[in-house]
């Protein structure tokens, strides 16, 4: 499968803990995404790399999330001391620096957080 | 204002009929334009990337107003198939960070 990977699925954690989640961009992609998404809304933009570097980070982003890209290829987004407000389809996508104009971004599944 | 602004609808149409959806945008710098297709509890998938000239694929039309700042996209023959979440897609101006809408929903019935 050469797609966007996305892992867990599904996380459902209690408030107060802390959660990761992986995602694995297509191999020849060098910009990576995180969005998120709740019910009835657009996908928000979180944060942003081109390679390793974090180029963005959304006001959306609290001190409370942090993502990382070692090696420009997979990517973290950990979630500390979650809360209610946080439970959310957690979005990956990526793009090449040539292709974005034609072929837009791909998706992974998403990971589905309830925090309970 | 917000930076890419869609109708939520929903937009209720029967099958073969012909539904348009508008997406306006607020940064004139934006340079990149696509619509996406969502289904429910899925991951948005590309429809089109939309081009100056507009480009149409099979029974699907995308446009760019630049001068009006909207894009939108035409169905023509809609199938029950069709039915899922619209979502236009904008980059900033300058970057390559795409910015959602909220989408429009379809709904095509028999």
């Known amino acids: 499968d050469t797609g966007v990977s996305q892992n867990p699925r599904h996380k459902i954690t209690k408030r107060g803990q802390n959660v990761t989640f992986r995602c694995d961009p297509i191999?020849?992609?060098?910009?990576l995404y995180w969005y998120r998404q709740t019910l009835g809304q657009g996908p928000e933009f979180l944060t942003y790399f081109q390679n390793e570097a974090q180029l963005e980070k959304s006001r959306l982003l609290s001190d409370r999330f942090s993502a990382e890209r070692p090696k420009g290829s997979f990517s973290t987004l950990e979630i500390q001391r979650t809360e209610q407000g946080d439970s959310a389809m957690y979005l990956c996508?990526?793009?090449?620096?040539?292709?974005?104009?034609?072929?837009?971004?791909?998706f992974g599944s998403g990971t589905r957080l309830t925090v309970v | 204002r917000k930076e890419v602004e869609q109708d939520p609808g929903p937009f209720n149409v029967p099958e073969g009929a012909t539904v348009a959806f508008n997406c306006t945008y607020s940064n004139s710098a934006s340079q990149s334009f696509f619509w996406y297709r969502q289904d429910c509890r899925k991951e948005p998938k590309l429809l089109m990337s939309v081009y100056s000239s507009g480009n149409e694929d099979g029974r699907f039309t995308a446009q760019l107003n630049r001068a009006s700042q909207y894009i939108s996209l035409l169905i023509r023959d809609s199938k029950l198939s069709d039915s899922a979440t619209y979502l236009c897609?904008?980059?900033?101006?300058?970057?390559?960070?795409?910015?959602f809408g909220r989408g429009t929903s379809l709904i095509v019935h028999p």
């Open positions: 897609v904008v980059n900033r101006g300058g970057s390559y960070i795409p910015t």
């Open positions: 996508a990526s793009s090449s620096v040539t292709g974005t104009d034609y072929y837009g971004y791909t």
């Open positions: 191999s020849e992609h060098n910009r």
